[in-house]
Nanobody, 124 residues
């Protein structure tokens, strides 16, 4: 069982930066691959970034590539999403999620555990 709690969201101007964090409970955190997703009202949850157990495999959605960086610290049971050059279209509720496999990392339905989300709002 893994419990996830996101933090670090907030209001930022376009072009600014923000780092959201995800704290995980459970002794087996290092055996889970982690992903970040985002969702706006009326839309499906959208894949943002993925990192494997060791951090050796990382993937990004095309819309955030070059601007966002995912990382993890297994000693601290933490996953981070550094977001730079933010745009108004990045405004969403950001979720972290954990999965026990590496396949279909961009599909929300393949993740086993989810946090409650943290709101990121980018003003123009």
């Amino acid at each position: 069982q893994v419990q996830l709690v996101e933090s670090g969201g907030g209001l930022v101007q376009a072009g600014g930066s923000l780092r959201v964090s995800c704290a995980a409970s459970g002794r087996t955190f290092s055996s889970y691959a982690m992903g970040w997703f985002r969702q706006t009202p009326g839309k499906e949850r959208e894949f943002v970034a993925f990192i494997s157990w060791s951090g050796g495999s990382i993937h990004y959605a095309d819309s955030v590539k070059g601007r966002f960086t995912i990382s993890r610290d297994n000693a601290k049971n933490m996953v981070y999403l550094q977001m730079n050059n933010l745009k108004p279209e990045d405004t969403a509720l950001y979720y972290c999620a954990a999965k026990g496999s590496l396949y279909a990392f961009d599909l929300a339905s393949t993740y086993d555990y989810w946090g409650q989300g943290t709101q990121v709002t980018v003003s123009s």
